[in-house]
């Protein structure tokens, strides 16, 4: 199965994709269709009983680590939801201030409610555990929220979930630190980027640097513009080393689960284990399906 889709089909999600299949399969007066059906449920339910399984076990293996101290890798970390430099959302639904949201529009046709529209957040934002702060990328990750909340205005229903400042958080994913010293700086090109940016505005060059106040910038004023501005390079870039360990935490490479949720640990992994145990059944079911369908 694609990576990408993998990451945004969940447990729930494969039900419903199988219940599809079933009703088409009903519906249909196409011969064979039943054997479609079941023969397409069977790498379904394997794949998802494999994949609750692996979540499930990650879970449970891997021992909580905390951020200052924590090996690059696959970590879990559990903290406290806070906000980035570049502040919190506003929800779309509730108008709540967040870290996070996601929502689902329905539209009501025919009595029955049928998708109309989703959306979801992707901003960073940080998990604190006291010894430092990590920040937590939303890409790919599978996200639980206990935070959902579902109005309804006339014909639409709209339902959200979201994660809140100050929300207990559990993660685990790829570990990843950065100090300042190794984040790769480019003297010259620096340089020659503000140098344009002082060119916009000649009139503050001039002031600056136009010495002998005939309105020009000959080559000796010239060189030392040049000398200021990599003076000022210079004083940005040991800012930058001099600054403290970065740490974020993201997708992993590998195809290891990468989870975010605001409960506990130990909630999520009896989901998955109920999970597992349901596509197992599913995968059994569909077998047997599958060779009832053949044998008509």
């Known amino acids: 199965m ?48 494999l994949e609750s399984l692996r979540h499930g076990r990650a879970i449970r293996d891997t021992p909580t680590s905390r951020i200052a101290s924590a090996a690059q890798g696959y970590v879990e970390l559990r903290g406290v939801a806070r906000p980035t430099e570049a502040g919190p959302l506003v929800s779309p639904v509730t108008h709540l201030p967040c870290l996070w949201y996601r929502y689902i529009v329905e539209r009501r046709s025919n009595n029955k409610w049928q998708f109309s529209e ?21 890409d790919g990750a599978r996200i639980h929220s206990r935070h959902k909340e579902t109005r309804q205005v006339g014909d639409l229903r709209h339902t959200e ?22 984040i790769p700086l480019d003297a010259r ?20 640097f136009d010495l002998d106040g005939d309105g020009e910038i000959d080559s000796r004023e010239w060189a030392l513009a040049r000398q200021a501005a990599r003076r000022e ?41 109920f999970w597992a145990a349901l596509f197992l059944v599913l995968f059994l079911g569909a077998l047997l399906g599958l060779g009832w369908s053949l044998g008509r």
Do not use: M
């Open 233 to 273: 390079i210079e004083r940005r870039h040991q800012a930058i080393r001099d600054r403290p360990p970065t740490h974020t935490l993201r997708r992993p490479d590998n195809g290891l689960p990468y989870l975010i949720a605001n409960h506990p640990p130990e909630i999520l992994a009896r989901r998955f284990q």
């Open 2 to 49: 694609h990576d990408r889709l993998r990451h945004k089909l969940g447990p729930i999600q494969y039900v419903y994709l199988q219940a599809g299949l079933f009703v088409l399969a009903l519906q249909t007066e196409i011969a064979g269709a039943w054997s479609i059906a079941f023969t397409l449920a069977v790498p379904i339910n394997l794949w998802a009983w």
């Open 118 to 138: 989703r959306g979801e957040s992707g901003l960073p934002f940080d998990l604190d555990d006291g010894s430092g702060r990590c920040t937590l990328d939303p």
């Open 189 to 208: 090109r620096d340089v020659g980027d503000l140098l344009a940016e002082w060119k916009e505005d000649q009139e503050a060059l001039r002031a600056r």
């Open 161 to 182: 979930w979201v994660l809140l400042q100050g929300d207990t958080l559990y993660a685990i994913g790829a570990f990843d630190s950065r100090r300042g010293i190794e």
